[in-house]
């Protein structure tokens, strides 16, 4: 269970190993969608992308428990494609253990090179979740490495919950958010966000965006059990996985709603950010901006914060 | 005569109309230079650029000195086909007065659009700088408005003097900064710069990057007249202007030394930010760490603040 006190500890933990990501406002965009808007950068995270404070909170918090025991640490271990794979490579080094990182060989060369500059080892694989799941075993039997799950754990939603955290903490408000808005992909970040909100500002609803393209949370959050998406094709390559029953769980408790977007109005904000905050940000990241454009009658005259959950795009290939 | 309480007024003057951009940091660009870097990225400025500094301290400036006389300002206006364009637009609107901005009709018109933006008249001319001089003699005659001018001022200059004020307050350092950096197109950051180092961090040495491209201020530096660029091409387009006598003065007095990069250089070096830092930053901003990266021995195992100065940039139009 996640109380207050586990994502306080959690905020603790990490804080020397991370960036204190700014709070951005932009008079442009608050005019083009008649919004207050708040957002907290996290593609200036370390890795480019919140991911690195989950990451770090798990393998922080593991290496906690076996000095208590008198250990060190062993190994690590996750599949991924994206930003989790150098979140667990990044944090394995701040502790100064091995991770091997399960990666399909389709992942594109740029990750696969960030993940082996923070030291990991990686682990080829062909492309399917079955083949992901079976490297993953092979890797903890081989190695005894302990697995970091990229969103169904509670040290690792605690820890991205410190995004939200330091987003109500920074933003200067006389009076709290109307709204606080994430993507949602496993709902790791969507967890910990919703969470933290209901701890330390229980007057702010947490509203979610989902692509139409990988649209599961959308259907899981109605039916109260862990959907499949009838379709995945988007450009949000960070948001094509499922829930977890504890990510279900949590989001049941204390998300206000989900909405969807097309790819095109995905890109179209995605370019508003570049063009408009001279920042960079991922597809995925461009998601709750899209979604408030699309429905902005209905955030009018609000306050309103959005993560901009990471920054690592492929220049040569921009949906624009 | 600019002194360290002509600065201190200009922040005071523009602080509550400006961001106060964060210091970032970047690891893997400290790996890469053998260097310890910070940026103070003014891409993330009022009109995406640090002339919104300078433009405000001016025209605030002047603001109050029409104040005490009892009356209220009339328009200002300017030439230019970049960011100090925006910055006379978005001051004027500040003070409530109108600006009347002379523009070559070839200046982009996402350039066009952002003065429209901010409620002020373009003016366009022929793209000469003898058309564009023309054009504010004939605005300043119709409307009585006031110059002001993009560097040849010394409200402009404290006014960007802000931006390294900020960058050596905020960097939290235990021992002052080896050197700081800025890009020399006139040299009003640059004299800015140098003097509010001088005033307060007289152990920094300061030195500018200059495009091969337009190579003018290096020649100007060694030869203590205002001198020509023999050629002028280059992807900086911020940087393609001469200095005046005002900013080779204080340059001379307080600028280290000046070093040119080639195109393909600032090309590398601005990409580097973009995929690293995750932020989008103009050619123009680009040159200092083009500069470091191309002359690192000299800058190895130091403290180095770099001040990116805009993200102003046509996304269709990207140099890689």
Known sequence: MILLETIQAAHDRIRA???????LTNRTLNGLSGVDLYFKPENLQKIGAFKARGGLNAVLHLSEQERYHGRTLGPVTTHSSGNHAQAVAF????????????????????????VLGYGADIIECEPTLEAREAGVREVMERTGATLIHPFDDDRVIAGQATA???????AGLDKPFDVIMAPVGGGGLLSGTALVTHFISPRTRVVAGEP??????????????????????????????????????????????????????????????????KIIIEPSAAVPLAVLLKNNE??????????LTGGNVDLGKLPF
């Open 164 to 170: 939200a955290k330091e987003l109500i903490e920074d």
């Open 298 to 307: 209905r955030f009018a005259g609000q306050k309103v914060g959005i993560i």
């Open 212 to 277: 139409e393209g990988a649209a599961d949370a959308i259907l899981s959050f109605k039916s109260g059990k862990v959907e499949k998406a009838p379709f995945i094709k988007t450009i949000a390559d960070g948001l094509m996985t499922s829930l977890s029953e504890r990510t279900l769980g949590y989001m049941r408790e204390h998300v206000t709603d989900i909405l969807t977007v097309s790819d095109a109005e995905i890109g179209a904000a995605m370019r508003l950010v570049w063009e408009r905050m």
């Open 91 to 114: 944090a394995a080094r701040q502790v100064g253990t091995m991770a091997y990182i399960v990666m399909p060989r389709t992942a594109p060369e740029v990750k696969k090179e960030a």
């Open 17 to 23: 190993h991370i960036h204190r990501t700014p709070v």
